[in-house]
């Protein structure tokens, strides 16, 4: 076995061990650095097989990516900090039978499957090929893919201001019961006089 | 590293994440269940374009279009959150049991 083989035994077992933990642990914010984790190393996976640009990017931006998702983890999440054990789940049979179902027949199809052995050739930079890829052949994709990126900025704008589409975004709005169908947990924000109410701008 | 241990990884991440996707109520938690499904299919992008597909650079630019995907994904579902928050004080899946219009 090579040092490669080690390699990736080792970052496949973490990538796979990382993924399974984000759904078990019980603090949120180590649930997203699971994540992180995970894509760390399929990022170094990405590398084994030469492909060093998306390794380098997959680290980039999972980095910056999994920092976002844990702040707003601990901004919504109840119990952010995992000091009593949480599990949020739903048609948890249903789920558990999708995931496995879904590793069979993917699994069925890496075994049983017959695909070409045409590794990258030797010499090719695969950096330099898809710098010619983006700027060349592809470039309507690649921009497209630039447009759809401006066209999710200005939605999520839209979706995030405090002025929703039928008036305020926050009118009428109460939290959840304790039970389903119970009455609201806490009292709606417009009788707590809050800090964060006085911005209206009427 | 072969081919077929590649695509079990693989497979392995998009089961968790389809998992993951389907049992969390926290919209939070279920987002981190489409990245780990994403995860997969960009492993198993670049595990094609290294062993079968001779580096043909349409495989690098597949998986950069996923990257695109993942961006996109978590911009709009951090936007929805912030938005059933405001609606609905939770950020659960339950909240979401009725349309307002």
């Not at chain 1, 789940?89 to 045409?118: N, T, W, Y």
């Not at chain 1, 009118?171 to 006089?193: I, R, T, V, Y």
């Not at chain 2, 994403?38 to 279009?65: C, D, H, K, R």
């Amino acid at each position: 076995m090579s040092a490669v083989d080690i390699v990736f035994y080792v970052n496949a077992a973490i990538a796979i061990y990382a993924g399974w933990r984000v759904f078990v642990t019980d603090s949120m914010v180590r649930a997203s650095f699971f994540l992180l984790i995970s894509f760390l190393a399929v990022g170094v996976i990405m590398l084994l097989l030469a492909a060093i640009y998306l390794g380098v990017a997959l680290f980039f931006m999972m980095a910056v990516e999994m920092m976002v998702m844990a702040l707003f983890m601990v901004m919504f999440m109840m119990n952010p900090a995992g000091l009593n054990p949480m599990k949020m789940v739903h048609q948890e049979k249903v789920a558990i039978g999708v995931g496995v179902a879904a590793f069979l027949a993917l699994g069925a199809v890496a075994l049983f499957g017959e695909f070409p052995s045409r590794p990258v050739p030797e010499g090719l930079k695969p950096v330099v090929s898809l710098g010619h890829e983006l700027l060349g052949d592809s470039m309507l994709v690649f921009e497209s893919a630039g447009v759809t990126l401006l066209a999710t900025m200005i939605a999520v704008v839209m979706l995030t201001s405090h002025r929703g589409r039928f008036g305020d975004a926050n009118e009428g709005s109460q939290p959840p019961g304790l039970e389903p169908g119970g009455d609201p947990a806490d009292k709606p924000p417009e009788d707590e006089g809050g800090g964060h109410h006085h911005h209206h701008c009427h | 590293m072969t081919l077929v241990t590649l695509l079990i990884v693989a497979a392995a991440l998009i089961g968790i994440g389809l998992y993951g996707a389907f049992s969390q109520q926290s919209f939070v938690m279920l987002m981190m269940g489409l990245e780990l499904i994403l995860n997969g299919a960009m492993l198993a992008a670049v595990s094609f374009w290294a062993l079968t597909g001779g580096g043909a650079p349409e495989g690098q630019l597949l998986t950069i279009i996923a990257m695109a995907v993942m961006a996109i994904e978590m911009a709009m579902g951090f936007a929805l959150v912030i938005s059933v928050y405001r609606a609905k004080q939770a950020d659960m899946t339950e909240a979401l049991d009725g349309l307002k219009h």
